[in-house]
């Protein structure tokens, strides 16, 4: 079974840290994703990844960056923290080769920033 | 658990009753569809796929009917049990790129005992 971690389940930062989330994935699967899910919203892609140093832009990738340095691990940064940055941030992973092809998600990290 | 969905539809069912969960998509040209669960303080977890060429796939007790002429998709879960209280969403490729999916706002349900 593929099995997506994600470093931590909740987080507690101060507005102006900086903050890395941190997903690995043991399937080598070549693409990478990172969502934030808030209530009503669903779940919108912040950043995209398809290959190690590879790297595209989601719906919503202000006040965020990413880094892809191996295949299995993708990180998210938050530069500088902000109080609605709070929320769910789940990370995903998919092959590269299928069409529409299905992510499978990690458990997610809940981040609160004061 | 997280506060995911406050603002979700929601469906209440009685145990062992039959559930439907509706999704409307908006790309015409959507040739892949995929309902995914999320249970309380979990990531989400694919549940089933379809792809346009079918009207209906079915699962272990889950049925998906796929409407292309209203761009309408179900998910219909048989005997549901209490441990399918979950936020149930669908998912469709985006228009521009094959990889990414753009995922519904979801609809909790709830099992009554």
């Known amino acids: 079974d593929v099995k997506v971690t994600q470093s931590s389940r909740y987080l507690v930062k101060r507005t102006g840290e900086k903050v890395f989330l941190e997903c690995v994935q043991d399937?080598?699967?070549?693409?990478m994703f990172w969502y934030r899910q808030d209530p009503g919203l669903g779940l919108r892609l912040i950043y995209f990844?398809?290959?190690?140093?590879?790297?595209e832009k989601g719906d919503i990738p202000e006040g965020y960056s990413v880094s892809r340095e191996k295949k299995e691990r993708f990180s998210l940064i938050l530069e500088s923290a902000s109080t609605n940055q709070t929320s769910m941030y789940l990370c995903?992973?998919?092959?590269?080769?299928?069409?529409?092809?299905?992510?499978?998600f990690g458990p997610g990290t809940r981040l609160t920033v004061l | 658990g997280e506060s995911v969905g406050l603002h979700l539809p929601t469906l209440s069912v009685q145990e062992g009753d039959n559930s439907i969960i509706n999704c409307a998509y908006s790309?015409?040209?959507?040739?892949?569809f995929i309902w995914y669960k999320q249970e309380s303080g979990k990531g989400p977890q694919f549940i089933i796929d379809?792809?346009?060429?079918?009207d209906k796939r079915q699962g272990q007790r889950v049925t998906v009917l796929l409407n292309k002429t209203v761009k309408h998709l179900s998910l219909q879960i048989a005997a549901t049990q209490p441990g399918d209280s979950a936020v149930y969403f669908c998912?469709?490729?985006?228009?521009?790129?094959?990889?990414?999916?753009?995922f519904g706002s979801g609809t909790r349900l709830l099992v009554r005992p």
């Open positions: 998912a469709e490729p985006w228009m521009d790129s094959s990889y990414k999916l753009i």
């Open positions: 790309n015409s040209a959507s040739d892949y």
């Open positions: 995903a992973s998919s092959l590269y080769w299928q069409r529409g092809n299905e992510q499978f």
């Open positions: 379809i792809r346009s060429n079918m």
């Open positions: 399937m080598d699967h070549e693409n």
């Open positions: 990844s398809y290959d190690v140093k590879m790297k």
